[in-house]
């Protein structure tokens, strides 16, 4: 992981890890975001890493940082919503309209 990389950590319950994560990737590229580590973990696999990191539903998303961490559980479809709880900037489509 580089210095300007952030981590995240998709946590899933087994068989919704394929929408899960094809709509987190949608969004990050909606988002022109490429620079982050990512874990996935699979809670009915590893239930103690959700409880340890307070995650109550899946899909959940959680972004690491120096001194808390960020996390969003839901649509990962909803894009501006990512947008606004996780800080990317707005995809160049919006900033033209």
């Known amino acids: 992981m580089t210095s300007s990389q952030i981590k995240l950590t998709l946590f899933v319950r087994g068989g919704e890890s394929t929408t899960a994560l094809s709509q987190l990737y949608k969004a990050l590229e909606y988002h022109s975001f490429n620079d982050y ?3 996935i973990v699979d ?3 590893d239930p103690e890493s ?3 990191q307070g995650i109550s539903n899946t ?3 959680l972004k690491h940082l120096d001194s808390s961490n960020v996390h969003y559980a839901g649509n990962f479809a909803d894009f501006e919503r990512m947008r606004q709880i996780f800080g990317f900037k707005a995809a160049p489509s919006d900033i033209c309209h």
């Open 50 to 52: 959700k409880e340890s």
């Open 37 to 39: 580590e990512l874990t």
């Open 43 to 45: 809670v009915t696999k």
């Open 59 to 61: 899909p959940a998303l």
